[in-house]
């Protein structure tokens, strides 16, 4: 991002040498004021959220295969799991929409009386939270737990 940053602001010198400067300072609040509009259309609806695309809402769970790659009807015959707990926001306002710091919260809640309760639930423990960098909106959360 500092690239970027940097590119930008050479590019806006640039401006600032060819241009009156009223004319290169309206290109950036111009920008920004495209940038808030799409916000503002994807928000009502009247755009498509790039960010909630391939998203399956609702509660998802999978189904290991055994070590020779078939399925049993039994989900395992070990007493260990393994469940992979995440949250990602689609929101066009990232982790400032509403009801993310109440997601937050909850998982906070749940992970501790899952240590309270560690015998009567088999908990074992939890990674820290993680954060993939990967996803362009940069808005998700990752807990790996075992029980």
């Known amino acids: 991002m500092t690239t970027w940053l940097l590119v930008g602001a ?3 010198a640039s401006l600032l040498i060819f241009l009156p400067p009223r004319v290169a300072a309206a290109a950036p609040v111009v920008i920004l004021l495209l940038k808030y509009i799409k916000f503002l ?6 755009l498509r959220n790039p960010a909630a695309q391939d998203v399956h809402y609702g509660r998802w769970s999978t189904h290991l295969p055994q070590p020779d790659g078939s ?3 039994v989900p395992s015959d070990r007493e260990m799991v393994i469940v992979v707990l995440g949250f990602r926001s689609s929101h066009p306002q990232g982790r400032f929409a509403p ?16 240590q309270a309760h560690r015998d009567e639930y088999g908990y074992l423990g939890k990674t820290a939270s993680m954060f993939p960098l990967e996803t362009d909106c940069n808005n998700a959360m990752i807990y790996i737990s075992y029980w």
């Open 41 to 46: 259309f994807i928000r009502q609806g009247l």
């Open 10 to 12: 050479c590019l806006h």
């Open 71 to 73: 399925y049993t009807n």
């Open 99 to 114: 009801g993310c710091p109440e997601v937050g919260k909850v998982f906070a809640d749940m992970w501790d009386d899952a």
